[in-house]
Structure formats: structure tokens, C-alpha cells
């Protein structure tokens, strides 16, 4: 099984620039998530999707769009790179809901972007 | 306030000895879950452990286990006979249904085991 697969996984862009960051899933999770990791920090919630063409903003959304057209991709654009931008980027896929007794609804992770802005 | 909180930036532990990453969470909804994950320098994230809010029984995979005190909303990693590959950052994580199930992560403890 492939998971979840983002790409690229290295990325340099110039201030101004603008890009998308591809991620698809292969599990049939409803919901799905874009964080971002600046160094030695943890994860930060940037946009998150509860299924095919619903999205809601995150923690830190400011400079960047989402969409959400199909239940396998949730691609993320950055508009007009900033250097504060510069970080580790993570999308992740999860089953819907806690259910006692079902197991363990863990988000699955892709491998990561790493994305300069110089 | 922060949803997950881990005090311990830095951890050492000798090779074979067992040792406990701390994570303290705040929730007022009932249903919630809690999970550890592992990030070796190679970047990816990986999947430990996983608490249900209603699980009455402490969770145990392998050599991981998680000491889960709902009273003091607190849910340590406790790692035994650490080996060297145990060398990462760990993140506490915990989901809230009423929060459209979001994850929200703590900041990490770094863990390296002395040979």
C-alpha cells in the first residue's frame, strides 16, 4: 500500500513564488490534513478536510489555500512565498471519528516536503 | 492554553534501561484520544502507541507502553530496554471529537540513548 505520498520532497522557491504541494491517499480517510514543522518544533495545523469539498482553516493558515475536489488529494498552495515559510511540511490522512472499542484512529503521515524560500 | 504539553526538551537514557517521556493534555470533551509518535532524523513520522478517552486499561505495543492517568490528564511513554534506535523526537498528540477531530502536537522531547 502506498499510504499517503506528498510531493515533492525538496522544494526551493524564490520570495514571490508560488507553488502546490501534492498529497493523495490511498485508504478512503475522510479526513485529511496539511501541518507544518519548523525546526525543532512540533506540528502546526495549517488547513484540514473532513471529506470531498469541505475544507476549514487551521492554526496557522495565513498564506496558504487548500482544496478539496476528491477524497484521495488534498493539494496545498502557497501563494506568494515568504521566507517565514521556510519549514517541513506533513500531510496526513485519518479514519473519521474515535469509536471506543474500534482501535486506534492514528493520523498517517506522508514523508514530508522540505520547502526553502530563499 | 496549550492542548499538549511536553516539559521535557531533552532526554537521556543508557542502552537496555527503560525510560518515561511526559505528556500532560487539556480537554473538557469526554471522547478524545491520545497518541505518541516517533520522528528519527530521517523525517518521517511514525506511529507508536495509541489511548482511547474510555479505555480502561493502560495501552501496551512492545517495548511501549502508555502510563494514562485520566485524573491528572497526563499520558507518559514509557519505553523499556531502550536500544540505540530509539534515538528521536516523540510527540504526544491528542484528538478531540468536538473539535472536528483535529491532531494537536506537542513540541517534542529528544531522546538519545547512550550506548
Known amino acids: 500500500n502506498a499510504g499517503v505520498t506528498q510531493t515533492p520532497k525538496f522544494r526551493i522557491l524564490k520570495i514571490g513564488q508560488s507553488m502546490t504541494l501534492q498529497c493523495t491517499q490511498d485508504m478512503n480517510h475522510n479526513y485529511m490534513y496539511w501541518y507544518r514543522q519548523d525546526p525543532g518544533m512540533g506540528l502546526k495545523l495549517i488547513y484540514y478536510?473532513?471529506?470531498?469539498?469541505?475544507?476549514d482553516k487551521g492554526e496557522v493558515p495565513n498564506g496558504y489555500n487548500v482544496s478539496r475536489s476528491t477524497t484521495e488529494d488534498f493539494p496545498l498552495r502557497l501563494e506568494l512565498a515568504a521566507p517565514s515559510q521556510t519549514s517541513v511540511y506533513f500531510c496526513?490522512?485519518?479514519?473519521?471519528?474515535?469509536?471506543?472499542?474500534?482501535?486506534?484512529?492514528?493520523?498517517?503521515f506522508g514523508q514530508g516536503t522540505r520547502l526553502t524560500v530563499v | 492554553a496549550q492542548k499538549i504539553t511536553q516539559t521535557q526538551p531533552g532526554m537521556f537514557v543508557q542502552e537496555k534501561e527503560a525510560v518515561t517521556l511526559d505528556c500532560t493534555y487539556d480537554t473538557s470533551d469526554p471522547s478524545y484520544g491520545l497518541f505518541w509518535y516517533k520522528q528519527p532524523s530521517s523525517g518521517e513520522m511514525i506511529f507508536l502507541i495509541y489511548q482511547g478517552s474510555y479505555d480502561q486499561q493502560n495501552a501496551t505495543e512492545g517495548r511501549y507502553s502508555l502510563n494514562f492517568q485520566k485524573a491528572r490528564k497526563s499520558a507518559n511513554l514509557v519505553i523499556s530496554a531502550s536500544q540505540l534506535g530509539d534515538s528521536a523526537m516523540y510527540f504526544c498528540a491528542m484528538r478531540e471529537t468536538n473539535t472536528g477531530n483535529q491532531f494537536y502536537f506537542g513540541t517534542g522531547t529528544s531522546l538519545t540513548v547512550i550506548p
Open positions: 478536510s473532513v471529506g470531498a469539498g469541505i475544507t
Open positions: 496526513a490522512s485519518s479514519y473519521p471519528v474515535l469509536v471506543p472499542g474500534q482501535g486506534a484512529p492514528e493520523a498517517f
